[in-house]
């Protein structure tokens, strides 16, 4: 995996997103297990509607993981991910299918890194987990 071109990324510039496949239950399940975040609103359907909630939900630091996956993939081999932070702004639900965006939001020459913005929408312009991360490069 090479990763983008930092000599030509420019501010304002916006990366082919990461479109994840629908949220499937047992993907919760494996994610409860290595996450240690066994909380039931994650993978029962009756706790969940207990305590609210229209059914389960994905884990927030799922989505997370997949902005990670996205940043990492930009970075590729030509860098790193420097820096990572999201808020978490909607819940996800099994059936989700999800959109990764980044855009680029500051370029530093000196230090060789890209500050991006970060998101991910199950709908356009609904984003549901938003952050910021910087690229470094080699």
Not at 30 to 49: C, M, P, Q, R, W
Not at 51 to 64: E, K, Q, W
Not at 84 to 113: H, Q, S, W, Y
Request: glycine share 10%.
């Amino acid at each position: 995996m090479t990763g983008i071109d930092w000599i030509r990324a420019e501010v304002g510039q916006e990366f082919k997103p990461l479109v994840k496949p629908a949220i499937e239950k047992v993907q919760l399940v494996k994610y409860a297990g290595a996450s240690g975040d066994f909380n039931l609103i994650h993978t029962d359907v009756e706790t969940a509607k207990s305590v609210g909630l229209p059914g389960t939900i994905a884990h927030g630091m799922l989505s997370m993981g997949f902005l990670g996956q996205l940043c990492g993939q930009l970075a590729g081999t030509n860098g790193f991910v420097n820096r990572l932070m999201v808020r978490f702004a909607g819940m996800v639900f099994p059936e989700d299918i999800l959109t990764c965006r980044a855009k680029v939001t500051n370029k530093d020459e000196e230090e060789r890194t890209l500050d991006l913005e970060i998101y991910v929408e199950r709908e356009p312009g609904k984003a549901l987990t938003t952050g910021e991360a910087t690229l470094k490069f080699y």
